[in-house]
T-cell receptor
């Protein structure tokens, strides 16, 4: 069964610093997608970045990048030059392509950016 | 595009009442998902549809929950009778294809007293 683990319940970072949010996953499906979503206090789920299991390069989207280490089954999110508006819950999620196809979420990491 | 639309945004009801949550997916998306978010269990998939057909309802907690998708532009999640433990935020999401990004609606915050 697919599983996502986020080991950092909370993180506190100084504004303008880079931050890495950890995510490890487990699946037996060779084809899968990894996602990161941001959930601010307003509650909506905001898509940040996607990495396919066969993608050769790490995904990047503006200040967000995904450090994909397939052998270690990790998909850490890196936010460069953090901003106050980055304070939110961050969820890592995985979707198997051939298997269940449902999106399975980790428990989330609450990121707080300090001025 | 308006994105995924959910209604109502907030619902407060008494235990035992029927609750109906509504979702309009993004036009052209073949997949529709219903999720529930609670502090205790996090985000969990309840059911998903492909081309209006329910594919996996293994996450539906019990028979009090039912979901329908009568056409490509509308889905409902119904709880009858509702219980206080059903209090949660319910999200609807849609996507184009398997493995594709899922677009989430704003959610419905349900409170059952």
């Amino acid at each position: 069964a697919q599983k996502i683990t986020q080991t950092q319940p909370g993180m506190f970072v100084q504004e303008k610093e880079a931050v890495t949010l950890d995510c490890t996953y487990d699946t037996s499906d060779p084809s899968y997608g990894l996602f990161w979503y941001k959930q601010p206090s307003s509650g909506e789920m905001i898509f940040l970045i996607y990495q396919g299991s066969y993608d050769q390069q790490n995904a990047t989207e503006g200040r967000y990048s995904l450090n994909f280490q397939k052998a270690r089954k990790s998909a850490n999110l890196v936010i460069s030059a953090s901003q106050l508006g980055d304070s939110a819950m961050y969820f890592c999620a995985m979707r198997e392509i051939q298997g269940a196809q449902k999106l399975v979420f980790g428990q989330g990491t609450r990121l707080t950016i300090n001025p | 595009d308006a994105g995924v639309i959910q209604s109502p945004r907030h619902e407060v009801t008494e235990m035992g009442q029927e609750v109906t949550l509504r979702c309009k997916p993004i036009s052209g998306h073949d997949y529709l998902f219903w999720y529930r978010q609670t502090m205790m269990r996090g985000l969990e998939l309840l059911i998903y549809f492909n081309n209006n057909v329910p594919i996996d309802d293994s996450g539906m907690p019990e028979d009090r929950f039912s979901a329908k998708m009568p056409n490509a532009s509308f889905s409902t999640l119904k709880i009858q009778p509702s219980e206080p433990r059903d209090s949660a935020v319910y999200f609807c999401a849609s996507s184009l294809d398997t493995g594709a990004r899922q677009y989430f609606g704003p959610g419905t915050r349900l409170t059952v007293t």
